[in-house]
């Protein structure tokens, strides 16, 4: 791999190439979720999980996208159902979230033992920190169901699997992590490009669907 | 798709509300106030405007644990302080008969004071805020809901967004509760929200949800355009008046009105949504940019101009000269039958007829129905017109309680007669003695025609 002399100068402090990827490639993911939010309209749980969630499907490599999104989609579908569950017991909000989490956590774990039993350890082989990553969303996914309900929570959660998916196959494009190493300032680009995003009144792409009966007027 | 480029630069969106109104014209102190329904009650009572009486607070645990349910009344709201979109409020309408603790709520459930406890410690933890900081729960009392409104709300009370910039009321719309919505009128939950001219506060086009476009209540034959807003001076000068008191450059009021107390402050809104225009199927930024940068000295200037502006004026122009009312080809319209009997149906203005006729169902459901029953009985298969003599027919028709007149009737089938009746009819709040034939529409688009001979005190504006 040809790397710059920024970048040859960085390794030569000891920092690895691989952190150093990560670190210069994190704010091309923030401002792809940015983009998302402020062009296309679409919200995700914030800043914040989309990208979390990218690094975390990067994390599971190489079975990164299928084991990934299987966590995912369990974590939130367990979510629903314990929430479901708890809802008759009306206990306050933390205590629920730490129910929550516990049983997702029990989950994880039988889902880990069963793959172990069917000789599939290529889940269990993964680092435990994407997989308590994934865990945590849940309480973003909890947070929403209560104050906008389960669809919107849903929605929420669609999204931010779409815009991680997104960035996970930039991000894991060769490519691109050469362009990056080779060309560590091109991401100062992201700061002029988000003070545009910042600035930008237009409408949303969704919400010319949304307003298309108004739209369409004469 | 001109036509789409120039409207998208009418429509106002999620990005510009933020950046160009709700940063730079709501400020913290604002937006403090439009959040914190307590403090916001005191300031907007202090400043003279109406809003629901404050019944009680419950700051603490201590408190709760302290509190005398007995005080509380018949009826109440219970609410978060600092709540958004409707959520964590809980209304009982009355008492359980024979109990102490326990109240009923719309849906017939059963609220005792342990699930009362329970929602206001979710309050007081801060399960309802903004942030899910710990806030404080209050009681106030229970708005009722107005007649006019009772046939469009599911259990719960409409109110009325009105969009004010610069001291202009610049859009506003009635939000209807639904089934879908749980009682609720919040647009997000799936409440109707019908589209306000703003000049006569008529109603004109409806939205579901956030973008399905309606027209009727669902499943119902009941309009939801050209419902009369009461009151609607007295909600503009509300809404104006309340962005003096809040500080607010640019905010959303909610304003319902109780059956006793007309027009009352609901809430402020300092982010107000953007669905309000697929509900006046208008755009929201063209009428922004057209008040921007005017000198508005006070609210009846304010409201004059929002009127002038964003209604439609030149109806009532021509209503002043001619001292005719102008109506649509469709109208709402009530009759009112034997023992003041009353049903609100759409009508076709059919100024090709003579006269008016209802639907057969519609004269039983009147109160006629022992006389329709009588006059079929005696026509039995005959065909009056021409067998009988006039005389004859006379005698055949006599005794029959409520017939006020006959009238032939041509159609494909031949000839037939029909019984009239007298009712009255309510047009556009105008009310016609009426003779009305009683014929079978079923199958046809409207159950009642209106004919010129109680069209007179009318103009028909067939774009309407």
Known sequence: MEYSPITQFIVDQNVPAQTMALLLLLPVVATLASFFRQVVGIKAFGIYTPSIITFALLAFNPNGLKYGIAVFTSVIFIGMVTRYILRRFRLLYLPRVAITLSVISFAMLGILILGGSF???????????????????????????????????????????????????????????????????????????NVLLGKWTGLRLTEYLRFARVLSQK | MFALLKNSRELLGMNERNLTYVRPLNKRRGREFADNKLIAKRLLRKNGLPVPALITRIRTHAELENFNWETLPESFALKPNRGFGGEGILIVYGRKRNRTDAWVKASGSIVTTEDLKAHIRNILDGSFSLTNTPDIAFFEERLK??????????????DIRVIVFNRVPVMA??????????????????????????????????????????????????????????????????????????????????????????????????????????????????????????????????????????????????????????????????????????????????????????????????????????????????????????????????????????????????????????????????????????IDRTGLEYPVIIGRKNLRKFLVDVSK
């Open chain 1, 119 to 193: 000789n599939r350890t290529g889940l269990a082989g993964v680092s435990i920190f994407p997989l308590l990553i994934m865990i945590t969303i849940t309480e973003k996914f909890v947070a929403v169901q209560i104050e906008k309900g389960t669809r919107a929570a849903l929605i929420l959660a669609i999204e931010t699997l779409g815009i991680s998916l997104v960035g996970y196959f930039l991000i894991s494009w060769p490519s691109f992590i050469s362009f990056i190493l080779a060309y560590p300032w091109t991401v100062l680009f992201t700061i002029p490009l």
């Open chain 2, 145 to 158: 809901l107005l007649k006019l409104f009772k046939p469009y709300a599911y259990r719960g009370i409409p």
């Open chain 2, 173 to 438: 719309m009635l939000r209807l509760p639904t089934r879908d919505s749980d009682g609720k009128a919040n647009l997000q939950q799936g409440a109707i929200g019908t589209g306000i001219d703003l000049a006569t506060g008529t109603t004109t086009s409806a939205v579901v949800g956030k973008s399905h476009i309606i027209e009727y209540v669902p499943k119902t034959r009941l309009a939801l355009s050209g419902i009369r807003i009461p009151y609607w001076n007295e909600i503009l000068r509300i809404a104006v008046e309340s962005q003096a008191v809040s500080g607010l450059g640019f905010l959303g009021a909610d304003i319902a009105i109780d059956r006793d107390r007309g027009p009352v402050l609901l809430e402020l809104n300092a982010r107000p949504g953007l669905s309000i225009q697929i509900a006046n199927l208008s755009g929201l930024k063209s009428r922004l940019n057209r008040v921007k940068g005017l000198k508005v000295k006070t609210t009846e200037r304010g409201i004059l101009l929002g009127k002038n502006l964003f209604g439609g004026e030149i109806e009532e122009e021509i209503e002043e000269l001619s001292g005719k009312r102008v109506i649509g080809s469709i109208e709402k319209v009530k009759l009112i039958g034997k023992d003041g009997k009353e049903i609100i149906v759409d009508a076709k203005i059919d100024t090709g007829a003579d006269s008016t006729s209802i639907d057969t169902e519609l004269a039983r459901e009147l109160g006629f129905g022992d006389a329709i029953r009588l006059f079929e009985d005696r026509i039995a298969g005959k065909d009056v017109l021409n067998e009988l003599s006039k005389s004859e027919r006379e005698t055949l028709f006599s005794g029959i309680p409520d017939l006020t007149d006959t009238i032939p009737v041509k159609s494909s089938h031949g000839t037939s007669y029909r019984p009239m009746f007298r009712i009255d009819l309510s047009i556009d709040q105008v009310i016609i003695p009426a003779k009305v034939s009683a």
